[in-house]
């Protein structure tokens, strides 16, 4: 199906596709943003968000365009995605955000666990009435594949490719894992974004005290209205020297420790630290940092310039590259494999409830602390931004330390899947 659309499909020049996709987004901040009762009732239902998202996807399912041959995810998420990290955490408030205490840290667990036991509880629960769609042999053994998917929703993409290394899935079952992997995430993430509109029921319900987190908005929004001003010329170019030079630096330092740490290949896969190996894992870190640390330094004053303005923008082109990758009919060639990744997913939910409702964990945590896993550094900070756009680097935070635990638990929750297809 994949190879009918890229040479069916009808735009394929990214410069014309990135205008296209600009032109989406515009038109959707604009009637978001509309006075008409009619789109004020829309969105009320519908975020905007989800439309950044969704409706790049349906461009890309009719063969319009074609995310897999389009460069343009690529070079959003080498270049955009780590500009937008030093912006958002320039203007990050670390005491603040520490305040908001240690449930931000047990919700992101809980979403870790829901993952690992939701793969075995999935595999048991489909070989319940159909056997064949979790069995396989040698390479593809559907356990195998089914690695890859822990290690992108505990990690990231370099975990779930150094599950592929680790327990040999074949490319084919590697290549349905990954349509399965995406469109799952992604409408889990849909339900998050329609539920951060409605997150003070959902509060509500949870019986969860929420004052730390408007607390910390309040705080932020505060000092945004304290430095703003009107960007002139000279503020734009720096701070889009702000963000690229990070990028820059980012990309430096990641280009000289990764072959670095490849030459101790061994050791990092001994130890399950094979993301440590990948480029993208030190460009993320490294951009976070950079961000961090400059919000201790006199360039913290051009969040008043509209620094995070410019990195919600390169956030929110993200967010369409991402939706172009998306097939929504694929969903229709792997209906089995969907079913695994649905009931999985359905655990990794339930559990993440459960222990929101036992703790009154604020609805905020339960959505960043679910997409620090599921959808990492690309997809927490845009979830946390649908809260508000100051909580973003809560997102960031809590992404990078999914990549540090990633390996570690795809590893066990393997291991589980192994044992239960037996």
């Keep these: 199906m994949e190879e009918t659309k890229i040479s069916e499909a009808l735009i394929t020049n990214d410069a014309v596709v990135l205008g296209i996709l600009l032109i989406i987004l515009a038109a959707i901040f604009y009637t978001a943003s509309s006075k008409n009762s009619g789109w004020i009732k829309f969105y009320k239902v519908i975020p905007a968000l989800l439309l950044c998202y969704f409706v790049p996807s349906i461009f890309n399912s009719l063969g319009i365009i074609s995310g897999e041959e389009s460069n343009l995810y690529f070079v959003a998420s080498r270049y955009l995605l780590p500009s937008s990290l030093v912006l958002l955490c320039l203007s990050i408030d670390l005491k603040g955000i520490l ?13 870790t666990t829901g993952i690992i036991l939701g793969g075995p509880i999935a595999i048991l629960a489909v070989s319940a009435f159909a056997p064949e769609i979790v069995g396989g042999s040698g390479p593809d053994e559907v356990w195998r594949g089914l690695a890859t998917v822990a290690g992108s929703w505990i990690g990231g993409g370099a975990n779930q490719t150094a599950m592929k290394e680790i327990y040999g899935a074949s490319d084919e079952l590697f290549s349905a894992m990954i349509t399965v992997d ?3 995430a992604n409408i889990w993430m849909a339900f998050l974004l329609v539920g951060a509109g409605m997150s003070e029921k959902i509060d509500s319900w949870f019986k969860a005290d929420s004052s730390a987190i408007t607390e910390v908005k309040e705080s932020i929004s505060n000092y945004r209205d304290s430095i703003a001003k009107v960007a002139n010329l000279t503020d734009i170019i720096i701070i889009s020297a702000i963000a690229f030079g990070g990028t820059a630096i980012a990309h430096f330092i990641a280009d000289w420790i990764t072959p670095i740490m490849n030459e101790h290949k061994a050791f990092l896969e001994e130890y399950r630290l094979t993301s440590m190996a990948s480029g993208f894992f030190w460009i993320v870190v490294v951009a976070t940092i950079m961000g961090l640390f400059l919000s201790f330094t006199k360039f913290k004053k051009y969040e008043g310039a509209g620094a995070s303005k410019i990195g919600s923008a390169f956030l929110y082109v993200l967010v369409a590259t991402i939706g172009m990758k998306m097939d929504v009919l694929a969903i229709f060639d792997n209906i089995g494999l969907f079913l695994v990744g649905i009931i999985w997913m359905i655990v990794h939910v339930i559990i993440l409830l459960l222990v929101a409702k036992l703790i009154k964990a604020p609805f905020f945590f339960v959505a960043v602390g679910s997409q620090a896993n599921v959808g990492g550094a690309a997809s927490a900070p845009i979830v946390a931004s649908a809260f508000s756009s100051s ?24 291991q589980l899947m192994q044992v239960v297809s037996q």
């Design 99 to 111: 305040r908001l205490g240690p449930k931000a840290i047990i919700m992101f667990f809980a979403g």
């Design 182 to 184: 995406v469109i799952v």
């Design 391 to 414: 909580l973003a680097p809560v997102g960031v935070l809590l992404a990078v330390f999914g990549y540090a635990v990633g390996t570690f638990g795809a590893i066990f929750c393997a």
